[in-house]
């Protein structure tokens, strides 16, 4: 139930189809004074219904449907049957709203939608298999997207979140998809990219081995033979098998995902004879630099692979069921390839640098998705500690000019690891106005303000350039037009009194927290008290957001100490802390703050986000000394954290990889490279 001072919305009901004989009723719920903001979400999920009818051929389950945004709820969307709640900045936009929040309302309803079949018509028997639910709606939500919002180019952003979920797959500490479940700590914890994003990753690799129409079919048997039940892993491996025309290969591949953590490492080496080509594969678990498993790993896996020959290109399918095997490759010997073609194998791939050599000269044929996952084998290669800084950095200028913000920006969360753990003052100096000739041209061409009808792709990559060139670098070229705006909507320019939308609402953010780092006093007295007036929701985000982000000593003690208070929601807490932590110079006094306000801080946070407790105080801890420090203030404490176990074995085993990284890479040889690239 939901009770409160609600403004609830009539929506025309949802037309019967060739799945459903009846009406479907549809409403939506928003705090009073927000109806209007409901119209997006009304409008979008009507054809979200029918996509998933037509998909399962199961009629939506229930007899009504209502949307409700709550100002305050501890997870993002949960999806009760007929009565889906959501974070009221997660459901609600309108003309004034940054252009990534219809995106974000769109996929988080097509989830949350998708839920009806994959969770409710259908649940799982126990915890251990909630990766069913919550994968299956993830896989389900990118394929409704992209089938009726391509230009979200959600496959894309799919593909950013396989990578994020490899980077913690990659931890000794992590968990299977299939976690057993002792505890209160390992339900909470299993909301998380291994069970969201790797889940919704082996499903789409399976799909794309198997074919969308056998796997589609494996799934409406699944959903008819359980419908108003429950089904396990097991139930539908097997429906899945049968459908597959694999049989037994496809259960003993699926389960190899399933039931063991890690990421596969497929390391490839192509050889032609007589014009013949044969491709070697070795398998082995993926772990970065200094990480020594104590046990081998192998998995089934789909190796599906793109050939290019001249200006065609095919791919060829093999199972790699054990850790080595050598296949034959159908046609001619290839100019190029690239191990996982359509970007849909959760696995890793390292090549002979001859043959990364003749794919990297083929880039910009392939595929965005398969640009991205070009990037990625760069990535996972420079952390393995087989591949130099600057080689990585190399590629950089090969993606950036992509329209694209998702290939554009593939490797930046590798350029600024880089940046802040390699450099000092003067290397870094030099390294930024190199990244800043690549990417600085570009953002002003983008403009600072969105124009009416463009691309979301467009603002998306203007987010995405603002944020490296203005917070993480702070060139003062990009900061100066964004701390106008902030000032503008903070009354401290020519016009008076807050008013936000005087910002381009896709920068807003930015606006805030650099006008707040260079307005002083009088920025943050501004801010604050236009938080307390606010009652937008995603706009109390952004001021906190700023409030955390001084970095002024005294500022930053008084945001710490205020995120205790009432005026603060629990659910808006991690916008104030994790802006404070972005921040370097504010990163040792939070660290002493939460020595002594461990308790008070805790107690406010949800079960949801206690685990993440160590993690979030860690950011930028790159040493032993780090990880000592942290566990040795938490670990004495971590059985008051909801899962605290995990959080504290993953953040510690994060500090150290990095650690060793650091202290592997030539740092000379490295300033080296920049020094060269900085003199052209």
């Known amino acids: 139930m939901a009770v409160g001072p609600w403004e609830v919305v009539e929506a025309p009901a949802i037309p019967p189809n060739a799945v459903r004989s009846t009406p479907l009723p549809l409403r939506g719920i928003a705090p009073r004074g927000g109806g209007k903001k409901l119209a997006w979400a009304l409008q979008t999920a009507p054809e979200q219904?029918?996509?998933?009818?037509?998909?399962?051929?199961?009629?939506?389950?229930?007899?009504?449907?209502?949307?409700?945004?709550?100002?305050?709820?501890?997870?993002?969307?949960?999806?009760?049957?007929?009565?889906?709640?959501?974070?009221?900045?997660?459901?609600?936009?309108?003309?004034?709203?940054?252009?990534?929040?219809?995106?974000?309302?769109?996929?988080?309803?097509?989830?949350?939608?998708?839920?009806?079949?994959?969770?409710?018509?259908?649940?799982?028997?126990?915890?251990?298999?909630?990766?069913?639910?919550?994968?299956?709606?993830?896989?389900?939500?990118?394929?409704?997207?992209?089938?009726?919002?391509p230009e979200y180019h959600t496959d894309l952003s799919a593909l950013e979140g396989r990578v994020w979920a490899m980077k913690s797959d990659s931890l000794l500490s992590t968990r299977k998809v299939r976690q057993p479940i002792n505890g209160e700590g390992d339900i909470q914890t299993a909301f998380d990219g291994i069970t969201y994003q790797k889940g919704a990753a082996v499903l789409a690799m399976f799909e794309r081995w198997v074919g969308e129409e056998r796997f589609r079919a494996g799934m409406r048997d699944y959903l008819a033979k359980r419908k108003f039940g429950s089904g396990s892993s097991d139930d539908l491996i097997a429906t899945l098998s049968a459908a597959s025309g694999k049989g037994e290969h496809f259960a003993k591949a699926m389960r190899s995902f399933l039931d063991q953590p890690g990421v596969p490492l497929v390391q490839t080496t192509l050889s032609c004879r007589s014009g013949k080509a044969r491709l070697d594969l070795h398998q082995q678990r993926y772990l970065p630099y200094g990480v020594m498993a104590g046990e081998s790993s192998t998995w089934d896996v789909p190796v599906c692979v793109r050939f290019g020959r001249g200006k065609t290109m095919d791919s060829q399918c093999f199972l790699l069921d054990k850790a080595d095997a050598s296949f034959d490759v159908e046609g001619s010997c290839p100019d190029w390839y690239l191990p996982n073609a359509d970007a849909r194998g959760y696995y890793r791939f390292e090549m002979d640098k001859p043959d990364l050599a003749r794919l990297a000269a083929a880039v910009s044929s392939l595929a965005p998705v398969e640009q991205m996952t070009y990037a990625d084998a760069l990535s996972s290669a420079f952390h393995r500690g087989t591949l130099p800084p600057g080689t990585l950095l190399e590629a950089v200028p090969l993606l950036a000019g992509s329209e694209l913000p998702q290939v554009a920006t593939a490797l930046l969360g590798d350029l600024e690891w880089i940046r802040e753990n390699l450099t000092d003052a003067g290397v870094r100096g030099q390294l930024d106005a190199w990244i800043a000739q690549i990417y600085m041209l570009r953002l002003e061409q983008l403009g600072w303000r969105r124009q009416k009808g463009e691309a979301e792709s467009v603002t998306n990559l203007r987010t995405r350039l603002a944020e490296l060139l203005a917070m993480t670098m702070r060139w003062a070229p990009a900061r100066a037009p964004l701390a106008t705006q902030g000032r503008q909507a903070l009354g401290l320019g020519k016009e008076k009194g807050v008013d936000l939308s005087r910002a381009d609402p896709d920068l807003l953010d930015l606006a805030l927290k650099i006008a707040v780092q260079e307005g002083g006093e009088t920025a943050y007295a501004a801010a604050l008290t236009a938080f307390e007036a606010e009652r937008d929701t995603a706009r109390r985000y952004a001021l906190l957001g700023a409030l955390g982000s001084t970095r002024d000593t005294v500022l930053a003690a008084r945001a710490r100490d205020y995120g205790l208070g009432k005026a603060v929601q629990i659910g808006e807490m991690r916008y104030l802390y994790s802006s404070q932590m972005d921040e370097p110079e504010n990163r040792e006094a939070s660290w002493n703050w939460l020595s002594r306000n461990f308790d008070a801080y805790r107690q406010r946070l949800s079960p949801f986000a206690q685990s993440g407790l160590p993690r979030s105080f860690s950011t930028g801890a790159c040493s032993n000394e780090d990880a000592e420090r942290v566990s040795a203030f938490i670990a004495p404490r971590v059985d008051s954290l909801i899962g605290g176990d995990r959080g504290l074995a993953q953040t510690l085993e994060s500090i150290r990889q990095c650690a060793a990284l650091r202290k592997h890479i030539d740092h000379s040889a490295f300033g080296e490279w920049v020094a060269a690239r900085g003199s052209n």
């Open 49 to 149: 219904v029918r996509f998933f009818e037509e998909y399962t051929q199961q009629a939506y389950p229930f007899d009504k449907l209502d949307l409700l945004g709550a100002p305050d709820f501890s997870a993002g969307a949960m999806e009760n049957a007929g009565l889906i709640i959501y974070r009221d900045a997660y459901l609600l936009a309108d003309a004034d709203s940054p252009a990534d929040k219809f995106r974000g309302v769109y996929n988080i309803n097509a989830h949350e939608i998708a839920h009806q079949w994959y969770g409710d018509l259908v649940t799982v028997p126990w915890w251990d298999d909630i990766w069913l639910n919550e994968a299956y709606a993830t896989w389900a939500q990118a394929k409704a997207s992209l089938a009726m919002k």
